[in-house]
């Protein structure tokens, strides 16, 4: 889990850049620091409260519609194939 192991993704980025000073020092004491099992809870709450993950997919979706438009120059084929398939597969996933 990339809370757990501090890793700080985009949703959590749109999160604090969206957030209101208390809860953004609130959010950042608790990454410095060990964090407990209802501090991930906090995060993940606050991020979904913060449409961080729909931010997220929203630039997800924007990206893999460029990629598949530079797709378009090339022929259709195997390669072309798996590669549309994959970016499909990518924005589609659940965690």
Not at 41 to 59: E, L, T, W
Request: hydrophobic residues 35%.
């Amino acid at each position: 889990m990339d809370i757990r192991e501090k890793k700080i993704t985009l949703p959590l980025i749109y999160a604090l850049n969206n957030a209101n000073t208390e809860d953004r020092n609130i959010i950042i004491k608790y990454l410095e620091n060990d964090l407990q099992d209802s501090e991930i809870k906090h995060i993940i709450n606050f991020v979904n409260n913060s449409d961080g993950i729909k931010y997220a997919k929203s630039k997800a979706d924007e990206f893999a519609t460029k990629a598949k438009k530079c797709l378009e120059i090339f022929p259709d084929s195997e390669p072309k194939k798996y590669l549309l398939e994959l970016l499909d597969f990518v924005v589609q996933r659940n965690y």
